[in-house]
């Protein structure tokens, strides 16, 4: 029996403002079916799915400053001989 996992393609809307608005951009993500199902889950508690993932993304992004990651260990590359 083959596993697949369904996908969804999803437009986090965000309109570029105006009037002391920040310019706000338009992205498209490709979420798993089970993530876009929570995120639709949100709304009962009031949240909407741009806003969601605009305070995780804040919030992400304000750890990394306080501590930034390191994605691959300095020194020698994986792929190098």
Not at 27 to 53: C, E, H, M, R, W
């Amino acid at each position: 029996m083959c596993s697949q996992t369904r996908w969804v393609s999803m437009c986090v809307c965000i309109i570029t403002g105006s009037q002391g608005m920040p310019n706000l951009v338009r992205i498209v993500i490709q979420l798993p079916v089970d993530l876009k199902t929570q995120l639709d889950n949100l709304k009962q508690q009031g949240y909407t799915a741009s806003g969601f993932i605009r305070a995780m993304l804040e919030r992400e992004f304000a750890k990394m400053e306080e501590k930034p990651a390191t994605p691959f260990p300095v020194g020698k590359r994986a792929n190098s001989r």
